[in-house]
């Protein structure tokens, strides 16, 4: 079964708006959640990530909200780019586990 | 992709026949992992190894096998390549607490 569950599959967003892809999951052993950026032809790398002892973290347009009482996080793009069109995945993992990815979201930004 | 490289990058092979994948990495990582990305399924993990001839299986093991004789080498084989098998396939490398640093990928087609 999906370990963390992302949505939506896709999503266009205007130029300078806000894009927002949504994750969840059900294991609470779960400490580190990552979000990857993956451009076309190329691997996913790692773009933000956080820990459940704090329930924000920003880096620059990209942030994170994190909300443990209902098990989901979420990644905030502000001023939306053309540049940032590409696929999201969110991911968690536990200590010393393997990473459990999401389905992962097509985002594509018009000008 | 800086201390990990896989190869090939691009290959196509008939059904019936073995095809073995190659990750090498330079970064001294304890753990190595082999994931396929298909449409609709995001990141599913094959399979990881936590040390030199130390692997387990992942969500998606059947008909894949994999060997780790040396820290810097991961190599994933097909015994018997299946149409099912078409896919890219990336390798990717994590230290203890750091997230994962993924490969280029290998796109296979199997015709």
């Known amino acids: 079964q999906q370990q963390v569950k992302q949505s939506p599959q896709s999503l266009i967003v205007q130029k300078g708006g806000i894009s927002i892809i949504n994750c969840a999951y059900e294991n609470t052993a779960f400490d580190y959640f990552p979000w990857y950026q993956q451009f076309p032809g190329k691997g996913p790398a790692l773009l933000i990530a956080i820990r459940p002892d704090v329930s924000e973290k920003k880096e620059g347009r990209f942030t994170i909200s994190f909300n443990k009482s209902a098990k989901q996080f979420s990644l905030h793009i502000m001023d939306s780019q053309p540049g940032d069109s590409a696929t999201y995945f969110c991911a968690a993992s536990s200590p010393g586990n393997q990473f459990y990815f999401g389905t992962g979201t097509s985002l594509t930004v018009i000008p | 992709d800086a201390g990990i490289t896989q190869s090939p990058r691009h290959k196509v092979t008939e059904t019936g026949t073995p095809v073995t994948l190659r990750c090498h990495q330079t970064e001294n990582h304890r753990y190595m992992y082999w994931y396929r990305q298909d449409p609709g399924h995001g990141l599913r993990l094959i399979h990881y190894?936590?040390?030199?001839?130390?692997?387990d299986k992942g969500e998606v093991s059947d008909g894949y096998s994999v060997s780790r004789s040396k820290t810097e080498d991961f190599l994933l084989t097909l015994e018997s390549a299946t149409s099912s098998q078409t896919s890219v396939y990336f390798c990717a490398i994590s230290g203890v607490e750091d997230g994962y640093t993924f490969g280029s990928g290998t796109r296979l087609t199997v015709v």
């Open positions: 190894s936590y040390g030199v001839k130390d692997t």
